[in-house]
């Protein structure tokens, strides 16, 4: 079947035709060729008629004309997240916690995406349509706030990066829990942990005069080379993401873990702070630096860049300089 946008291409030749036709009419008048004159002249009418009915297809037929809703209702599942015609439906098979001693069970959604659906969206036209009971943790939708870290058909992921038709394997998009972290319910699990982790490498600048806290007495300016000695660190957006990738996090509670560390590394290489001998003390210990087996994954996933394994090799290579150069 022809597309009703293709009709365009009809509408904009018989826009430009018709008059076209009238002057060539005029024309074969004037130096009397009388079969040209009725031949362009009957050209003409079959433009009108064309130009009649592709503007009225265009204007009332064409599903981008009619209001947002009347097509979601011809689609069978009316959502406001992605507008648009041409959807495919999709199996979103979500990890839900189901309580009453059954732990975790594996439950199957079908869902009308478009080009532009997310995960998270998919996840969000559940709720809104067939299952409230769902429960997701999201909040910027732009990969900026870090809320929204899931496990996308086994690797962690941020659902609101991810498009949902792409990431489907065989129709299928399989959403699980993060499992480093401890599961509060279906796709929602607690940061407590985390944070504490986090807070622990004292993140923020330390000077050895501690009134400059409350009363700077001169700008802290620094060298471009100084900046990027820990720019890229910077970037988290704490979504633990590398965490839940880390095999040694998943297995040793007692891990600082790659986000935790990789910001003892932001925090060290900083020109501004005069605490670096204190830092590498903390975090000199089998759970911490030297826990880190560098298997990688946590950089492999990290959706800023961050680069978690670099900033714990770092931190070790300036904690064994230390030892030959101090003796501690
Ligand atoms: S280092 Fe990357 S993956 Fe880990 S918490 Fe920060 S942004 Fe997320
Ligand atoms: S909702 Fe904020 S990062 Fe996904």
């Known amino acids: 079947m022809i597309r009703a946008s293709r009709y365009m291409v009809l509408l904009y030749a018989s826009m430009a035709g018709v008059p076209a036709m009238i002057f060539l009419r005029v024309v074969f008048g004037i130096f009397g060729m009388a079969s040209l004159q009725d031949a362009a002249g009957f050209l003409a009418g079959v433009g009108l008629v064309v130009f009649g009915i592709v ?16 097509v979601n209702e011809e689609a069978g599942e009316a959502h406001v997240l992605s507008p648009g015609a041409g959807r495919d439906t999709i199996v ?9 001693g059954k732990g975790i069970e594996m439950k199957d959604y079908r869902v009308k995406v478009s080009k532009f659906t997310t995960v998270l969206e998919a996840l969000l036209m559940i709720k809104e349509t067939q299952d409230s009971t769902l429960s997701v ?7 900026i706030c870090g809320s929204c870290g899931v496990v996308v058909n086994g690797k ?3 659902a ?20 480093a972290h401890p599961l509060l319910k279906d796709l929602v699990t607690d940061f407590d942990d985390f944070f504490a982790k986090h807070k622990a490498i004292r993140p923020g600048l330390y000077r050895k005069d501690g009134k400059e806290k409350y ?16 720019l890229p660190y910077s970037y988290c957006i704490m979504c633990g993401l590398c965490l839940d990738a880390c095999p040694i996090s ?45 298997a990688g994954a946590c950089s492999h996933v990290c959706p800023k860049g961050v680069d978690p394994a670099s900033a714990i090799q770092l931190l070790k290579n300036e904690a064994a300089k230390s030892i030959l150069e101090n003796g501690e």
């Not at 498009?163 to 299928?172: F, I, W, Y």
């Open 137 to 143: 943790r999201y909040s910027c939708r732009m990969g």
């Open 156 to 158: 962690p992921s941020l």
């Open 55 to 70: 503007g009225f297809v265009e204007v009332y037929a064409h599903p981008q004309n009619k209001h947002i809703e009347q």
């Open 250 to 294: 998943n297995s040793n509670a007692e891990f600082l873990g790659p986000q935790a560390l990789s910001q003892a590394y932001r925090y060290y290489a900083d020109s501004r702070d005069q605490d670096g001998k204190k830092r590498l003390f903390d975090v000199d210990a089998l759970k911490g630096i030297w826990g880190c087996e560098f």
């Open 160 to 179: 609101c990066e991810l498009n949902a038709e792409k990431t489907a394997v065989d129709g299928c998009v399989k959403v699980e829990q993060m499992r």
């Open 92 to 100: 979103m098979s979500i990890s839900r916690f189901a309580g009453g």
């Open 215 to 230: 009363e700077a007495k001169k700008e802290y300016k620094q060298s471009q080379e100084e900046l990027n000695r820990f």
